[in-house]
């Protein structure tokens, strides 16, 4: 495969928001590389599904290893795994996360599965939030403590709490409320300050409670970015004779890791080990390499 099959004989790209884009024949001048003019026009088609499912089977190859690397650190029933795959192929491959994260829902319900790669990801982080939370609720006033509840909750509390008093003449949480404090004895405002604390702390969902929404969004991510690596990476070794040098690159956000920040623009030959770490072990970061030209 050379340059112009590099970057043109790939039929379809499957693209994360909208659709697939599809290369069609060279159209319009978008740069050039090493003195040769590049021309291309980029259209974006929607497939039906039987074509959505014949070309899932292209992207086989790429996939297949990153689902295996992946689910095989997840706690699962293992036929459930296998037959989940080619419906998650198809999904990633019509390019809707939305589609892909209904599949894991569907062959891995929630409560049924566990994945320690998420728990250590989420952990810290879970574990400094529910301090964090605690903290809130200990020092909370009575009146923060009511303005954490819905609105009928609220009134209903007001009825239960002063039973003499007149109707409330404003509906609005923060009228109820400084109603209700001004209404109630110091006592009550004690007793009502212990028990709110108490429901609020019994509600706080324990650290390691694992969010499935969130567990199934990562596990998608995973299992993508790794396929789109292998695939990225096939590309730039097809090039690596004449190009081999690889840039490391990284979008950087909150939650990028400070080693992939550090790495970005680094330059290292195709074959330095550092590309055997790309994506990163981080579940978020979305770091890559480009070819040098
Ligand atoms: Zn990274």
Known sequence: MGLFSFLFGNKTIPNKERGTAVFQSPEKKIGSVGGITLTSSLVVKQFTEEETRENAKENRWSYEPAYRQVMGTVEADPKQISAMFN?????????????????????????????????????????????????????????????????????????????????????????????????????????????????????????????????RELLCRRISSIAYETHRRSQRMELANRYPMWEFFVIANDSTPEECIKRKGKRFRYDDLIWDNVPCSNLRCGCTAHTVF
């Open 87 to 215: 419906e998650l192929l198809v999904a990633f491959t019509a390019g809707s996360p939305r589609r892909e994260y209904g599949v894991v829902k569907q062959f891995l319900p929630d409560g049924t599965w566990r994945w320690p790669a998420y728990d250590a990801f989420v952990l810290p982080d879970a574990e400094a939030y529910y301090q964090e939370c605690m903290d809130e609720i200990k020092t909370a006033s009575l009146f923060d403590l009511l303005m954490w509840h819905k609105a009928p909750e609220l009134r209903g509390l007001y009825t239960e709490m002063t039973a003499d008093n007149p109707k409330l003449t404003s509906r609005k949480k923060a009228d109820v409320s400084n109603a209700l404090i001004a209404a109630i004895t110091e006592n009550q405002h004690l007793a009502l300050v212990q028990r709110l604390r108490d429901k609020a702390i019994a509600e706080l969902e324990l650290p390691g409670t694992p969010d499935y929404k969130e567990m």
